[in-house]
Each structure stands twice: as structure tokens, then as C-alpha cells.
């Protein structure tokens, strides 16, 4: 059974550019990669290598607490030095230049059926494969796993990819569903879970025929599930509500309602890491928008740059076009095209000036409620917005629940007034947390 959500809206998917072509590699290697030391969620990684050192595909090369960076190429470590992020200012990065042979680093390929191993066993070696949540977070898909052990029933594949132009995940699906299925039965059994459900939109019919046809033929129990095609029915607390009916607590995670959500492309990631041994070096990335001359899916070295991803694509059709890491509702717009790819980025998104709106003046709210109507999260952004013009008392803001706005942007779409509701609920969110530090 599907339930249905709370709000949201229906966007143009704007997804025919790239959904029809199958994977690609690029025909022109990245000359050198940057692979930042902040590529998931916590603190930064150190370097293991220096200047001059000679690396291979899926060397370690930086290590965390947790997380773990593998070179994405083989070649020479050019060094450790200070490189944009796509998440925003600089930040240290071990740049490899690439020699375009890709050396493969000596990995121990698994003994024996992976289904005989121990759950902490099949965490570790995700652990040590560098695998995090692909979908955006970042966060360490172990450290998630140990969360998740004792407390869940049911892992959620999260395939919805609601947002426009973004279909990395649905040519994955396409065109590796038994590893995928494989990989979500991998996480089933590390996070001590029965049951296993695979939440796609309904406008993948192809998709969803060829999950279920592949369920079937390798045996793996699993429920295929079709969703509403709706935004942002991707997020974890969306999708969560769609498939089992549960509604996540203010402030709480899936895993407090027994479910855990994990990216498609993780699960594949996850399917290399313990089945073949592969550590996560490689990504799918939608390169796509009107101002892309041939839009398609790219599967490319992580820290690979923008600009090399762009150029793959065929270029831009106008040198003006407005660029973003990720989709173009929740994406952040790049000013330098020399930011590399992350574990994390599923999309570059290329737009023209008709794809990307002109932004009207702000005019008096008309009190219609559009925005309470779409807000996902049961918010009420006029009513934070109307108390920053009063002068945004922090216990005030509080009360309204900013802490729940995962900034999806609907509020903003449909505002007639064109008040940037989503930029008034980050201020508001700010004003509170400072608050929260103070005392």
C-alpha cells in the first residue's frame, strides 16, 4: 500500500535530455583530479600521501575517524593544497595527476559468498571501502548501518529522484538492477532487517518492470514500490511517510520509526564494495540542462571537475548559463567550474536564462497560503517571515519549528508574491541556533 504525503508540488521533470541514454564513460580522461579532505558529513580527513608519491586506483590516500578517500585515478600526487568545494570557500585537496593508465591498487577481492560473512564483517568492509550516502547527506553509510542494527525492520531503497533533470539513479537501475538489488539485500542483513522495498516514482514505469522482473529472476525478496510523482517526495522523511505510513518525530530520523533510507547509487557502491572488493572511486553524474549540448549520464572519477564533466558533455551552448551542483531546486550554484565531483554529487545542471526564471520583485504577501498548502514538513514560512520583519525574536522563531525546514524550496516556487520564503527560513534557522549556542 502507498500512502500518501503532506504538501509538496509537481514540477516539470525535464528529464528526456539524459533518461534514454545509457551510461557513458567520457571519451577524454580528467588530467587531474582534486579529491577534497571534506567529502562527507563530520570532521575532515588527514592525507596519507604526500608530494611525489606515485598512487593507484582505490589507494587510501586520506582517512578520518570513519571515512576513508581512495584515489579515483592512478598517477603522481601533485599535492596537498587549498582547491574550491562545491559545498562553498576552499578547502584542502589532494590533486593526482592523472596518467591515464588506471593502476589498479592490489585489493583483496572477498573469499567465499558474502552471505556467510558477519554483519559486522560486511559493515567494516564498507567502512573501509569509503562508501557514504550518495543522495546529498554524505553521511558514512557504516556509521549509519551501526545506527540501524537492533532497531529496524525495514531498509528503504530511496530511488524517488524527484528532482528535474537529475536520472543518474534511474539509468542505474536501468542498467545495473541485479547489483543494486544485491546491494540492498547487503544492507537488509547488516542492519539486521526483514524486509527490504524499493520506492520509485511512478513516471519510471520501465524501471519499476524491470526491478520487479529482476526480483524475481535472482530470487531476492524485496517490494517494489511505486510512489507519487511528486517533489520532494526523495527526501528521507517523504519517502519514509509514502511507503510504510509513518511520520518521523520533529528532530528524529528514520531509524527512530523502524525504517532506514539509503541512496540508490549507495547501494551499488555498496554491491562493489563487498561483492567485488571495489572501493568507492567512481560515480554516476547527470550532466544535463538546456544549455548542455548533449546531456547524458556520466560515469566518471570522483573529483573529476566540473568543468572537465561539462566538457564531456559536448560544452555549453551559451557561455552565460547558470551552473549547480546538483539539482536545480536544492543544488548550489558554482561560480567556479575548477570544483570536483563528490562522493556525493549526482548531477551537474547547466541552465539557460528561460530555464531558470527571472526573479520578480518582492512584493506584500496576499495571505493566500500557498505556502503553508505545499510545505512538506507541516511549516508555516509566511509566519516566519512575518516575524523577521518585526524583528525576529529567536523564542518566537522557535516556537514556528524552523529546525524542521529541510529548505526544499517549495514555498518559494509558489509564492505569487515572490517573497524567497526558503531564504527567510535558513535566516530564521540561523537566528535560532545562535540563540541555542549562546545559552
Known amino acids: 500500500?502507498?500512502?500518501?504525503?503532506?504538501?509538496?508540488?509537481?514540477?516539470?521533470?525535464?528529464?528526456?535530455?539524459?533518461?534514454?541514454?545509457?551510461?557513458?564513460?567520457?571519451?577524454?580522461?580528467?588530467?587531474?583530479?582534486?579529491?577534497?579532505?571534506?567529502?562527507?558529513?563530520?570532521?575532515?580527513?588527514?592525507?596519507?600521501?604526500?608530494?611525489?608519491?606515485?598512487?593507484?586506483?582505490?589507494?587510501?590516500?586520506?582517512?578520518?575517524?570513519?571515512?576513508?578517500?581512495?584515489?579515483?585515478?592512478?598517477?603522481?600526487?601533485?599535492g596537498v593544497e587549498a582547491r574550491p568545494h562545491p559545498w562553498g570557500d576552499a578547502c584542502p585537496a589532494i590533486v593526482i595527476e592523472n596518467d591515464e593508465k588506471d593502476t589498479p591498487w592490489q585489493n583483496e577481492v572477498p573469499d567465499g559468498d558474502w552471505r556467510e560473512r558477519s554483519e559486522s564483517d560486511l559493515i567494516e568492509c564498507i567502512a573501509q571501502c569509503g562508501v557514504v550516502g550518495m543522495g546529498g547527506a554524505a553521511y558514512p553509510t557504516a556509521d549509519k548501518l551501526r545506527a540501524a542494527r537492533g532497531r529496524v525492520e525495514t531498509v528503504i531503497l530511496n530511488a524517488a529522484e524527484s528532482e528535474p533533470y537529475i536520472t543518474a539513479d534511474h539509468r542505474l537501475l536501468l542498467e545495473r538492477s541485479e547489483a543494486v538489488l544485491t546491494g540492498l539485500t547487503i544492507l537488509q542483513k547488516a542492519a539486521g532487517a526483514k524486509h527490504g522495498v524499493v520506492a520509485v516514482e511512478g513516471n519510471k514505469l520501465n524501471a519499476i518492470e524491470g526491478l520487479e522482473k529482476t526480483a524475481q529472476r535472482t530470487n531476492v525478496a524485496c517490494r517494489v514500490c511505486g510512489v507519487p510523482t511528486r517533489y520532494p517526495l526523495g527526501s528521507e522523511k517523504q519517502v519514509v511517510k509514502a511507503v510504510t505510513g509513518r511520520e518521523i518525530p520533529s528532530e528524529g530520523v528514520a531509524i527512530d520509526v523502524g525504517c532506514v533510507v539509503f541512496n540508490v547509487a549507495t547501494a551499488y557502491a555498496v554491491y562493489q564494495a563487498v561483492v567485488e572488493g571495489r572501493p568507492l572511486t567512481h560515480r554516476v553524474i547527470t550532466v544535463g540542462g538546456g544549455a548542455v549540448v548533449r546531456p547524458r549520464n556520466l560515469w566518471v572519477p570522483i573529483g573529476t571537475s566540473v568543468a572537465d564533466l561539462i566538457r564531456a558533455a559536448g560544452g555549453l551552448r551559451e557561455r552565460q548559463a547558470k551552473v549547480l551542483t546538483g539539482g536545480p531546486m536544492t543544488g548550489t550554484t558554482q561560480t567556479d567550474w575548477n570544483v570536483p565531483a563528490l562522493k556525493s554529487t549526482n548531477g551537474v545542471i547547466c541552465l539557460l536564462d528561460w530555464e531558470r526564471g527571472e526573479r520578480k520583485p518582492e512584493s506584500d504577501c496576499i495571505r493566500c497560503g500557498r505556502c503553508v498548502a505545499v510545505c512538506p514538513m507541516h511549516l508555516m514560512p509566511i509566519l516566519v517571515a512575518k516575524e523577521l520583519k518585526l524583528g525576529g525574536d529567536p523564542v518566537e522563531l522557535a516556537r514556528l519549528h524552523t529546525e524542521d525546514c529541510m529548505a526544499c524550496g517549495c514555498c518559494s516556487y509558489v509564492c505569487p508574491a515572490h517573497i524567497p520564503l526558503v531564504e527567510r527560513m535558513a535566516q530564521a534557522k540561523n537566528i535560532v541556533q545562535q540563540e541555542e549556542r549562546e545559552v
Open 1 to 78: 500500500m502507498v500512502h500518501s504525503i503532506f504538501g509538496g508540488i509537481h514540477l516539470e521533470g525535464r528529464k528526456e535530455g539524459s533518461r534514454r541514454k545509457p551510461l557513458s564513460v567520457p571519451d577524454v580522461q580528467p588530467k587531474q583530479v582534486a579529491l577534497p579532505l571534506r567529502m562527507h558529513a563530520g570532521e575532515p580527513c588527514a592525507p596519507l600521501v604526500k608530494a611525489g608519491d606515485v598512487v593507484a586506483v582505490g589507494q587510501p590516500v586520506a582517512r578520518g575517524e570513519g571515512p576513508v578517500i581512495h584515489a579515483s585515478v592512478s598517477g603522481r600526487v601533485v
